[in-house]
């Protein structure tokens, strides 16, 4: 979009709030960042996109002093700067609210706005200073939110304008928004948008990061992609289009005809191992309706908050469903417990196997025959040689290293730790698996034979709902693609022949209505 003023000056000769130059960083003998640069001009809202992993975290966190660059210059108003801390940063007018909200819902509004940089006045904290600071932010952020309330009796909207005036205070240059829709409604999107095209009109220069192709030519003035450590696209968006800059984030070509809905999938005459139909969670879900035929993996693709985490704990009976009903080779179930869902043969691989799959001061063994303890039992007490047995065909089997169930789980790599994980939930023997990034933190040689026991589980008649983030993994183990967005399900894409990390970017970011490129 464009911003309208009464004497609008060329683009081309606004000064810039931020620069950073040819930016270099190394940790040891790894460059994650080769002579980058990013310059954002006063008054803009600069777009800064790339995937997980090309560098974009890592270039602001040297932006707010988080970390220092190995080479290259920091400009803020057109001075240097050499920041060796976040408050240096804060200082010379760099704000940044964080994707992950940095509020405590105990204090206040005003606590949070002024926490660690307090205004004083004879060395006692100036109250109605204070005060006087947060109405001026709240008027300019066009809010209503009663400054003594406490955070954790606000709604998320509100939490997050509380955020946006926290930097606010500061970002007199430059603010930087980490994903801040991620958790906002369409309703408070519109609004927050307008919150931000506020702030850019008083002259403060805006860095942009999300996920949501969308918002950005929505909202944004220019943009730069970061690919590899390096800015491979930086243009005025009015410039680009929605094609090249997908292709930019993920390198490589979106090809015409390609991402037309499919149901291609093993057998496509067999009946569903799972069918899920009208699937609504509180505002989470809605109408989630697809099936999954036996001998299928099929990986979830969604941007962050589009639900698919969502899914998985609403079929595992860790979440309360509002409506829709789910089928299990061809049973209605309702699973309201791990336990019930469980029995109805799901099994959910959860997203932290530390908190939520595994007792990590227990055995290997322990840990593997806590899916299966009722069969198990000699009379009325556990078998000990069952259990021996059971854990030795698991350790077996998935080849956790070192052989021995006795080894205290804590003790073994994240890779093997997430064996045993993968080892306790064949164990109980389901129908469907479901993969909350089952790879996350593991080495290529475990994600390698994470992959190739799940495959083998679904060739034996099962199916497998398969969520991550890394859209190569996507394409490597999914037999079909399922597109979530905003909380529904919008496409299920045959990954035959297999698609690109391009496309499937294109596939999430792509409006409902669009049937083709």
Request: aromatic residues 4%; neutral net charge.
């Amino acid at each position: 979009m464009t911003k309208q003023t009464d004497t609008p000056a060329p683009a081309e000769s606004l000064p810039y709030a931020l620069e950073l130059l040819d930016i270099r960083k190394a940790y040891g003998s790894v460059r994650v960042l080769h002579g980058l640069d990013l310059k954002v001009r006063k008054g803009s809202i600069h777009a800064l996109l790339g995937a997980n992993g090309a560098g974009k975290s890592t270039l602001l966190k040297i932006a707010v002093g988080a970390t220092p660059t190995s080479e290259g210059r920091v400009l803020v108003d057109g001075a240097v700067c050499q920041f060796t801390n976040p408050l240096e940063a804060r200082r010379a007018g760099i704000g940044m609210v964080f994707q992950e909200r940095s509020l405590i819902p105990d204090l206040s509004v005003i606590d949070n706005i002024f926490l660690n940089s307090e205004l004083r006045r004879h060395g006692l904290v100036d109250t109605a200073a204070e005060r006087r600071e947060v109405e001026r932010l709240f008027a300019l952020l066009r809010v209503d939110i009663p400054p003594d309330a406490r955070i954790g009796q606000l709604g998320v909207a509100d939490q997050q304008m509380v955020e946006i005036a926290k930097a606010l205070r500061l970002a007199t240059s430059v603010m930087i928004l980490d994903e801040p829709t991620a958790a906002l409604t369409e309703k408070e999107v519109t609004r927050f948008f307008a919150v931000v095209q506020q702030i850019a009109a008083t002259g403060v220069g805006i860095v942009y990061v999300s996920h949501r192709l969308g918002e950005i030519f929505e909202l944004c003035d220019d943009v730069t992609i970061v690919r590899d450590g390096r800015a491979i696209l930086s243009t005025r968006v009015a410039d680009t289009s929605m094609k090249q800059v997908v292709e930019a984030i993920a390198g490589g070509v979106v090809e015409e005809g390609r991402l037309a809905s499919s149901a291609n999938g093993s057998d496509e005459a067999a009946p569903p191992v799972l069918a899920v139909s009208g699937l609504a969670v509180g505002s989470k879900l809605r109408d989630v309706a697809f099936t999954l035929r036996p001998g299928e993996i099929v990986g979830i693709a969604g941007l962050a908050g589009s639900g698919r985490s969502t899914l998985l704990k609403a079929l595992f009976g860790l979440i309360r469903r509002n409506a829709g009903d789910v089928h299990v080779a061809g049973r209605l179930v309702r699973p309201t417990s791990p336990a019930q869902a469980i029995s109805a043969g799901l099994y959910l691989i959860p997203e932290n196997r530390k908190t939520q799959g595994l007792v990590l001061s227990h055995s290997v063994a322990d840990n593997l025959v806590l899916s299966i303890l009722d069969r198990l039992c000699v009379g009325p007490l556990l078998g000990r040689r069952k259990i021996a047995a059971a854990a030795a065909e698991s350790v077996r089997t998935f080849r956790i290293h070192p052989p021995d169930p006795s080894k205290i789980v804590e003790r073994l790599s994240g890779g093997n730790q997430q064996k045993v994980v993968l080892g306790k939930a064949f164990n109980a023997r389901g129908r469907v698996l479901l993969l909350d990034e089952p790879t996350f933190g593991v080495d290529i040689h475990s994600r390698a034979e994470i992959g190739a026991r799940v495959r083998e589980f679904v060739d034996a008649g099962n199916a497998a709902l398969w969520v991550t983030s890394d859209l190569r993994e996507l394409a490597d183990v999914a037999d079909k693609i399922l597109v979530l967005s905003d909380g529904t399900s919008r496409d299920m894409i045959s990954n035959w022949p297999q698609l690109t990390e391009a496309e499937i970017t294109h596939l999430i970011q792509r409006e409902p209505y669009e049937s083709t490129l």
